[in-house]
């Protein structure tokens, strides 16, 4: 199970002990703390709301609510990573590594193919890169993106296409843009 959908794995923690443990960041031996004003675990789906933060070693995410989504419970209220088919984070979708960081308005986790999907006004920076657009596609295996906007073609106004600002990292072409 990939690092992403690991994380949300230990949401549970609250609600549903003894929950198996997960990948979240590259150190998946490191302690994962998770903080949400309220956890309730119904049907299958282990909802967070309220500020869920979640952290595993250096890595982060953090939403106004998640939901994960499961394929049942294994006996005993426990949940296994494996399990999980879907995780979906909405309102302020943070994800934020030591090498980049995924804002939005929405992340969704699909198990079945290792993706995420984040909308809603995307900001992906890594490095001194920035890029912006409306929707990212990222596949967690092959480490594929793909940004899109809402519109396509010169008549487009800024804002509704894709925009990549690489900053030059030679002191010397400053001020020759």
Known sequence: M?????AFALLAFIALPNLAAAQFSSDSSADTVLYSDNTVSKNG???????????????RLL???VEIYTAGNNGGGMISTD?????VATGNFYYITPEQEVR???GVYTAANDTFVVTGDVVLLQDDSVVTGTRLDYNLE??????????TGRKCAKQDRVAILIRSTDASQAGTN
């Open 2 to 6: 990939t690092r992403f959908l690991g």
């Open 45 to 59: 789906v282990i909802t967070l709301t309220g500020q869920a933060d979640i952290r595993q070693g250096d890595v």
């Open 63 to 65: 939403a106004d609510k």
């Open 83 to 87: 399990r999980i088919n879907r995780v």
């Open 104 to 106: 939005g308005e929405r």
């Open 142 to 151: 092959t480490r594929d993106a793909k940004v899109k906007g809402t519109c």
